[in-house]
């Protein structure tokens, strides 16, 4: 697996996950990121038995961009604690089907997943087992019937973007569990491009970006 490293030191490592790669092990058995990422480190520093690495975050395996890794254990502690009381930014880039009436919005809605069937659905507030999610949008460019949009997530709920960008009749490109119409083959139009995190140990504010695919440039997903 090639693994584009944006920034590593003895605590954390960042880097670019590829489409279409698991975050950790699952069902297919396909090689999982975690676990590149352990040989990989295993043998640059040529490290004897096992590599700990530990991860605070995920991403949906059709998913590509910036990801954050920690290498120890207290740094696995204090990243997740960061996520717990919200002080990551997360910036995604996203190509769907439609053009939003209004150039920026927030979106909040209530999710409730269907962990059978591994999908999610908007449902009314106080419906058990629903959490909030919120996030910000707003169209970078719009050609044809597609758009672009840059979201600044505010909540990490399971499948959150897609779910509340479709259930306003904006569908990611490509997504198959939420777009009726997709390519077969073809990765979902979504992109984690901006991490914004706290150091665990220095405490200073890092700030990882990744580029964008080709296609998202010219909304040919």
């Not at 204090?78 to 089907?97: A, C, N």
């Not at 758009?147 to 479709?166: A, F, M, N, Y």
Request: proline residues 5%.
């Amino acid at each position: 697996m090639n693994i584009d490293v944006i920034y590593e030191d003895n605590h954390l490592i960042s880097i670019v996950k590829p489409c279409g790669v698991p975050v950790q092990k699952d069902s297919s058995n396909d090689l999982d990121l975690l676990s590149a990422l352990k040989d990989m480190l295993k043998e640059k520093y040529n490290k004897p038995g096992n590599v700990f690495l530990a991860m605070v975050h995920r991403l949906d395996r059709p998913v590509g961009g910036i990801m954050v890794f920690a290498k120890t254990s207290k740094a696995a502690s204090r990243l997740s604690d960061q996520i717990r009381k919200g002080l990551w930014k997360k910036k995604y880039i996203t190509v769907v089907d439609g053009i939003p009436e209004h150039d920026k919005g927030e979106l909040k809605d209530h999710l409730l997943k269907d962990r059978e069937k591994n999908m999610v659905k908007v449902v009314k507030k106080g419906t058990h087992g629903s959490k909030e999610a919120i996030l910000d949008y707003k169209i970078i460019r719009s050609k044809g019937s597609r758009s672009i949009l840059e979201i600044d997530l505010k909540t990490g709920r399971s499948h959150q973007i897609r779910v509340q960008l479709s259930s306003r009749g904006f569908p990611i490109v490509n997504d198959h569990k939420y777009n009726p119409v997709y390519e077969k083959g073809k990765d979902i139009a979504l992109w984690s491009s901006e991490l914004t995190i706290i150091h665990p140990v220095s405490r200073d504010p890092m700030k990882f970006q990744a580029n964008l695919p080709e296609c998202f440039e010219n909304l040919n997903c």
